[in-house]
């Protein structure tokens, strides 16, 4: 047995003790749950009796938890993923006096974008159209624009929001003066 193996079985009792409190649920109810018995549940979060591969499998399924995420050595730690303003990409080349942040995360491409827009006063950001079934849900924060998809034309002011289909030509225009927005961008 290695060190790791040791490690493993010292953590184990613990962590589906604290899985199932972390639940809610009693002893009683991962023994019903399980088909484990109440004692057996007992005996293993105490560290006193070792389980066998179907009672722990028994457990995971009852505790709806991950057999390999429970095995593992080490939990990973709680984090923050911080992206600074100067370090968010930004996209200044597409429309007329559009500057876009994009504020999704890159794995998102494609799927679920969210982005700040910052169009200057008579600015415009014209879009193609995008996967068929993908919409665009726009927020305004300052300003004024008008949202158009295929013919449908809607104006906008700070505080309103718009959901509309992005699978057919879309435009956002600021109207008298600058617009700050926020914008999703959901493909089917």
């Not at 088909?35 to 057996?40: D, E, I, Q």
């Not at 309103?160 to 992005?166: E, F, I, M, N, V």
Request: aromatic fraction near 4%.
């Amino acid at each position: 047995m290695t060190d790791t193996d040791d490690t493993i079985l010292t953590q184990l009792p613990a962590r589906l003790k604290e899985t199932r409190r972390v639940q809610g649920l009693s002893l009683d109810a991962v023994a019903k749950l399980s088909g484990v018995s109440r004692s057996m549940v007992s005996q293993i979060e105490r560290g006193e009796s070792s389980p066998t591969i179907a009672t722990l499998w028994n457990l995971t399924r009852a505790l709806q938890v991950d057999f390999a995420g429970l095995l593992d050595a080490a939990a990973e730690p709680a984090r923050i993923e911080t992206l600074r303003s100067a370090a968010v990409p930004t996209i200044s080349n597409l429309g007329t006096g559009c500057r876009i942040r994009i504020l999704s995360p890159p794995e998102e491409a494609g799927r679920h974008e969210v982005y700040e827009l910052l169009i200057a006063e008579g600015g415009k950001l014209d879009s193609k159209p995008h996967t068929r079934g993908a919409r665009e849900h726009l927020s305004v924060f300052e300003g004024t624009v008008d949202v158009t998809s295929a013919d449908a034309v809607s104006r906008l002011h700070a505080g309103d929001t718009a959901r509309y289909s992005a699978d057919v030509a879309h435009a956002i225009a600021a109207v008298d003066g600058p617009v700050r927005a926020f914008l999703v961008v959901q493909d089917a």
